[in-house]
């Protein structure tokens, strides 16, 4: 029987309802305490590492979760990381980064409801996990909701209140668990390296969502106090140039700065392609500009931490970003 650490960082799943709302109080051994079955799948030691709403996670937060398991890792088969949901994809793209050729599962997962409820999702989500970290296929960082066990590269949340909040962006679900079977749908990691762990981030990186009718001296501000700007475009990724409101004069700006820009999209499904239209392919040819392409916003923006904590210039940040780590990136 395999030997799985839970880790309880907070989130619905450990929380009740006080005085000013849901709120995280359970610990790491009460949560476990209302899945009494799990004996039956490993044997589970618990540890409480945080115990906060995941509105409140910061890079600090993921490089700690990191170092935890860094510490933990001979002794344990897996990892079992209880979340709140709405930051869960960005903690497990950092993960993805953070812990690299993981030879072991390392499996986020939480819940809409709080585990205590009558009617809850999070016991379902919390034996999927164990069933699924007891699975010879299963290395490598997932978030297993709602009977889907997806890459920690390609998760998003796209749904509020749903008990299927999760889905996999431009690749397919690793796995479904259907009852007592875990159903693999793509191969699980074969790393052929020893895991490699990094407990370094740069934070200082921007989201910018376009709108029309922005000023383009918002990338003023931005590149006096960021190292890097990730800018939700349009469609397959554009940035305005028309008229008053000006962008490409901006990153023409950032590039003599020596900050890193990246185009990515707005639109959930199928990715940057930014060389199609003038719109794109101008910024692309004439500054230090990358896009997206079919990666996940969320893995965009941690793995431009990752690499920022290391190197500054923009070649090898190039190199990197472009890089495929954990089915990150296919469309380079």
């Given at each position: ?78 990892f079992i990381i209880t979340h709140g949901t709405d930051t869960m994809a960005y903690t497990a793209a950092a993960l993805s980064y953070l812990i690299q050729n993981p030879g072991k599962p390392i499996v986020l997962t939480g819940s809409q409801k709080p585990i205590s409820d009558d009617i809850t999702d999070a016991r379902k ?208």
């Open positions: 029987m395999k030997k799985l650490l839970l880790l309880a960082t907070g989130g619905t799943i450990a929380s009740k309802k006080m005085e000013n709302g849901l709120s995280p109080q359970l610990s790491s051994e009460e949560i476990l305490s209302y899945l009494p079955e799990g004996a039956r799948f490993a044997n589970i030691e618990t540890r409480q590492i945080l115990n906060i709403d995941s509105t409140n996670i910061q890079p600090e937060d993921w490089t700690f979760i990191a170092e935890v398991i860094q510490k933990s890792y001979e002794d344990y088969d897996g989500n919390l034996a999927d996990s164990l069933r699924f970290a007891c699975e010879g296929q299963a290395a490598g960082v997932y978030i297993v909701f709602d009977g889907k066990a997806i890459l920690g590269t390609r998760a998003r949340k796209v749904r509020s209140k749903s008990y299927s909040a999760f889905e996999s962006i431009n690749y397919p679900a690793a796995a479904f668990i259907d009852g007592r079977r875990v159903i693999h749908y793509t191969a699980g990691a074969s790393p052929k390296e020893e895991p490699a762990f990094s407990l370094h981030l740069n934070p200082r990186v921007f989201l910018l969502k376009l709108i029309p009718g922005m000023e383009p001296d918002i990338l003023d501000y931005i590149s006096d106090q960021y190292d890097a700007v990730i800018i939700e475009s349009y469609g397959v990724g554009g940035i305005p140039f028309y008229g008053k409101r000006n962008f490409l004069e901006r990153l023409k700006s950032l590039t003599q700065k020596g900050k890193i820009a990246v185009i990515a999209t707005q639109v959930m499904l199928e990715g940057s392609d930014a060389e199609i239209y003038e719109v794109g392919n101008q910024a692309l040819q004439q500054y230090n500009v990358l896009q997206a392409y079919d990666m996940t916003v969320e893995a965009a923006v941690v793995k431009l931490m990752w690499i920022m904590a290391e190197t500054r210039d923009y070649e090898t940040v190039r190199e990197k970003f472009y890089t495929c780590i954990h089915n990150d990136i296919l469309t380079e």
